[in-house]
């Protein structure tokens, strides 16, 4: 029995770490990179308030875990709307589907791309968002091998992402396939 106890801990442990990589999450989406302190995120993931020092041993820690995590979801994600994709246009109506989907709420989409951004300043936070873009690059190479239009692709989905946070009528799914039909076929 020692060994199911050990792991009922160890998944108690796990839901409790990803509990405070949501918080974090819902912490910069709220209050911006700054507002997050292990208190804070603690509060947020109602978990005493030792909780996120316990398990992040810094503030860069628990920032870095919220990027992994979004930027691992996220190629996921889109690795596995690229399997599906068949270089048709279908393809490219559930990617926009999926990208208006994402900019109708946009309280986490500004939190990914406040830690997003973050990685423009720390290096070492490079690998998470370099699978976001490799993701991307995938989805791209379904439809083209030419590295300019692959290239174009990822600036355009970045671009149209960052522009329906910047707007107060974000692009419906119809918008976004156009521009992503223009791109790829």
Avoid at 61 to 90: F, S, V, Y
Avoid at 163 to 177: I, K, R, S, Y
């Amino acid at each position: 029995m020692h060994p199911q106890q050990t792991d009922g801990r160890l998944l108690k442990g796990e839901l409790r770490r990803q509990e405070l990589i949501e918080a974090t999450l819902r912490v910069v989406a709220r209050e911006g990179v700054a507002g997050v302190s292990h208190r804070a995120v603690a509060r947020e993931a109602d978990q005493p308030a030792t909780a996120a020092a316990y398990y992040f041993k810094s503030i860069d820690d628990l920032l870095t875990a919220a990027l992994t995590a979004c930027m691992d979801q996220d190629a996921e994600r889109l690795r596995l709307l690229a399997e599906k994709a068949d270089g048709g246009p279908e393809g490219l109506t559930v990617l926009a589907d999926l990208l208006a989907d994402v900019v109708s709420g946009p309280g986490r989409l500004l939190a990914e791309y406040e830690l997003y951004l973050l990685a423009a300043r720390r290096p070492e936070l490079r690998t998470s968002t370099g699978h976001w873009l490799d993701a991307i690059a995938g989805y791209a190479h379904r439809y083209t091998t030419d590295p300019v239009r692959v290239q174009v692709f990822k600036g355009v989905i970045d671009g149209l992402l960052l522009q329906g946070l910047l707007t107060d009528t974000p692009p419906t799914a119809a918008e976004f396939e156009t521009v992503l039909r223009h791109v790829l076929l």
